[in-house]
């Protein structure tokens, strides 16, 4: 198992930027694939972005595409999330997640989950 606990998170205003970080304990970080998600009120969870094992691939849907950067330190079983150019629209409770199975961008493949962390973008 691996246990996760994001940080980071606040409120900032439209066009600003926000760096998320999620450190993980327990069974070798390296061994996982990663991915954040979000989910706001009323909505299903999306994926934000996701990173294989060594972090040579990584996946963004079009609406974060640009503006988002997904990276990852096993040395320090630390993942990161750079959000530059934030928007109303991105506001949601972000969570980092780990699965031990393929490399996929589906939030219901992915086996652990931190608590999240509010991210609340003003206009």
């Known amino acids: 198992q691996v246990q996760l606990i994001e940080s980071g998170g606040g409120l900032v205003q439209a066009g600003g930027s926000l760096r998320l970080s999620c450190a993980a304990s327990?069974?070798?970080?390296?061994?996982?694939?990663m991915g954040w998600f979000r989910q706001a009120p009323g909505k299903e969870r999306e994926s934000v972005a996701t990173?294989?094992?060594?972090?040579?691939?990584?996946s963004y849907p079009d609406s974060v595409k640009g503006r988002f950067t997904i990276s990852r330190d096993n040395a320090k079983n630390t993942l990161y999330l750079q959000m530059n150019s934030l928007k109303p629209e991105d506001t949601a409770v972000y969570y980092c997640?780990?699965?031990?199975?393929?490399?996929?961008?589906?939030?219901?493949?992915?086996?652990?989950w931190g608590q999240g962390t509010q991210v609340t973008v003003s206009s």
């Open positions: 997640a780990a699965t031990s199975q393929y490399y996929t961008d589906s939030w219901r493949e992915y086996d652990y």
């Open positions: 327990g069974r070798t970080f390296s061994s996982y694939v």
């Open positions: 990173i294989t094992r060594p972090g040579g691939r990584t």
